[in-house]
């Protein structure tokens, strides 16, 4: 069974830093798309940043030169580092992956900004 597994939220104040991980239980070379979303309260669940290949990601233009998605394949991880942290990017934020057809969420990890 395919489980994906965030972890990293936090509470950060304005312009700071945070760096979530997503740990798969298998290898995410399997995994044809791989990324993460979030979703804040009252809207609707987002992209955040998503690899469509081995080494090509988009992300939202919100996030754009602020965030970064990297992986880790020897881990089956894939992380999200955040930077220049804004009160509008705090959300609940779930790993992504699609397997075969199927999609996979993470149980999602909250990340609150505020001072």
């Known amino acids: 069974q395919v489980q994906l597994v965030e972890s990293g939220g936090g509470l950060v104040q304005p312009g700071g830093s945070l760096t979530l991980s997503c740990a798969a239980s298998?290898?995410?070379?399997?995994?044809?798309?791989m990324g993460w979303y979030r979703q804040a309260p009252g809207k609707q669940r987002e992209l955040v940043a998503i690899?469509?290949?081995?080494?090509?990601?988009n992300y939202a233009d919100s996030v754009k030169g602020r965030f970064t998605v990297s992986r880790a394949n020897a881990k089956n991880t894939v992380y999200l580092q955040m930077s220049s942290l804004k009160p509008e990017d705090a959300a609940v934020y779930y790993c992504y992956g699609a397997l075969r057809g199927i999609s996979y969420w993470g149980q999602g990890t909250q990340v609150t900004v505020s001072s």
């Open positions: 690899f469509t290949s081995s080494t090509s990601a």
């Open positions: 298998g290898s995410i070379y399997n995994f044809n798309v």
